[in-house]
């Protein structure tokens, strides 16, 4: 098989495969990029596996980054793209679950593509469009299936991240998993515990940005592999009708709190800042209407995230009250507010405590617009409250 017409990425990204080849080396798209290209989707990062070992690539190629050389991986600097470059390689065992013990560059495309996770997962392509199919994915993309390539048990136990990914190219991609990949993921699932935290949450939350994310919790659900996530152990995730596609991260698990109230996002070691932002997503959820003092005191992002998880649940709510409040507003935060701490020392105003407390007096004000946020009446509206 062979593609009609190669979007502009291959485009792009085809002066790097000619460069190796003029070398003398093999080099193939492969990966997930193929696989978008055969289903009509959008490409994103493309890969690129080649007969060169890393040190014949960075000679081949004026402006590389070590990005994993010890697995055979260079990026690859061409114009303003990058590409990540790696060498035909088989792997060891994988002692930790995770990442092989050591690799064994290789000369022969099969044996490198036997070492990858799912057949959907596992098409090469040529320069110039030809699909290499070693696996007969292009079946098992045509019935929407997803397969384990090879031994289904060998390849979650290699790495039992892969277990999460099946979930989430089940959810992204609206696959079935087949029945013995899916028997695989439920033996191996207790395997889990051993993957960063960090690396299960990326893949997670891949999951939850899905179009098809409530499939994606139910094969969750289904396989029991909840049962070693942080939070998750006894949930029942199969308890989801909404019906609409999340517009972040921190929006997908704030709608998991709300359901099950039982989680610590800090077990997930999410940052500070996602905590915050999920935290105030959920409380914002609970506010009966919007008002000037709630809307500046979330924001409007917070404030329209937590109605549209309303929206998604089937409660009847005017969308567009946040953003027509938030346009009321004179100030969207303190810095705007023009006289400032300095301004009222000038005029005779002690600092302390006192001051604070004027200065929070001003700015619900200006809130509430009760007073322009405009230096002479500010300091006006002082002299009426400090006489």
């Known amino acids: 098989m062979k593609l009609d017409q190669l979007q502009k990425e291959f485009i792009q990204a085809q002066v790097v495969l000619k460069r190796l080849q003029s070398e003398g080396f093999e080099a193939y798209f492969v990966g997930g990029s193929v696989r978008d290209a055969l289903l009509g989707r959008p490409i994103h990062d493309i890969d690129i596996a080649t007969s060169a070992y890393p040190e014949e690539v960075k000679h081949v190629f004026k402006k590389t980054f070590d990005l994993g050389i010890e697995h055979g991986t260079v990026l690859v600097l061409s114009g303003k793209q990058q590409y990540e470059v790696t060498t035909f390689r088989t792997e060891s065992k994988y002692t930790d679950y995770r990442r092989p013990d050591k690799v064994k560059f290789v000369s022969d495309l099969t044996e490198d593509l036997k070492r990858r996770d799912f057949t959907v997962n596992a098409f090469a392509m040529t320069v110039d469009g030809e699909i290499i199919d070693v696996f007969d994915a292009l079946s098992d993309l045509e019935n929407k299936i997803l397969r384990a390539v090879g031994k289904a048990e060998e390849r979650f136990n290699e790495d039992a991240l892969r277990i999460m990914r099946g979930m989430r190219f089940a959810a992204d991609l609206d696959f079935d998993i087949e029945d013995e990949t899916f028997e695989a993921m439920k033996s191996h699932a207790k395997l889990l515990p051993k993957i960063s935290i960090e690396r299960i949450f990326v893949e997670l939350e891949k999951l939850m940005l899905s179009p098809n994310w409530r499939k994606g919790l139910r094969t969750l659900n289904q396989s029991e592999a909840f049962r070693y996530l942080p939070g998750f152990e006894e949930l029942d995730l199969n308890d989801f009708s909404e019906d609409y596609q999340f517009k972040s991260s921190e929006q997908a698990w704030a709608l ?116 322009k946020n405009q230096k002479e009446e500010i300091l006006a509206y002082v002299k009426t409250i400090s006489c």
């Open 256 to 371: 998991l709190y709300l359901k099950f109230h039982t989680f610590d996002l800090k077990a997930w070691k999410v940052s500070n800042d996602f905590n915050k932002k999920t935290k105030l997503i959920v409380k914002a959820y609970y506010e009966k209407a919007w008002t000037l003092e709630n809307i500046y005191s979330y924001g409007l992002e917070i404030a329209q995230l937590a109605d549209d998880l309303k929206f998604g649940q089937g409660l009847e709510l005017d969308l567009s009250i946040p953003q027509n409040i938030y346009d009321l507003l004179q100030i969207h935060s303190k810095s705007e507010i023009l006289v400032k701490g300095a301004d009222l020392i000038k005029e005779g105003h002690p600092p302390g405590p006192s001051l604070g407390q004027l200065l929070n007096k001003i700015e619900l004000n200006i809130v509430n617009n009760k007073l």
